[in-house]
């Protein structure tokens, strides 16, 4: 698979929404973005002048993104969204280590908006 234009395929990760006794935890409500790393990147989309505007983005680059944006594919078992740059809402480091891991309702791959 080979992103074209200004598309990118990020990897989306497990969130483990069982717990050990087997009770399932839902999403809270108001989670409308997630966190995912970008794992191919396209060259970059052509301008009015026809030159190729290269991205921002690179593979490695860990993102936030609106829940819903693009579409999930799976490859070698992961699951991956396939998106444009633009639908990108955050380039950020890693959220571990910050205020969203002190959150009672912080899931790793969900970021309360």
Known sequence: MRMVQDCI??????????????????????????????REVGPGKMNKKGERVAPIL?????????HGKGVEVEKDGK???IMRE?????????????????SPFYMPGAVKA
């Open 79 to 81: 699951k991956f969204m």
């Open 9 to 38: 395929m990020v990897e989306i990760p497990e969130i483990n929404n069982v717990t050990e006794s087997g009770i399932i935890m839902v999403m809270p409500k108001g989670v409308r973005l997630c966190e995912g790393t970008v």
């Open 86 to 102: 633009p639908d990108v809402a955050v380039l950020t480091d890693k959220l571990h280590g910050n205020e969203f891991d002190d």
């Open 58 to 66: 690179k593979p490695g680059d860990t993102i936030i993104f609106e």
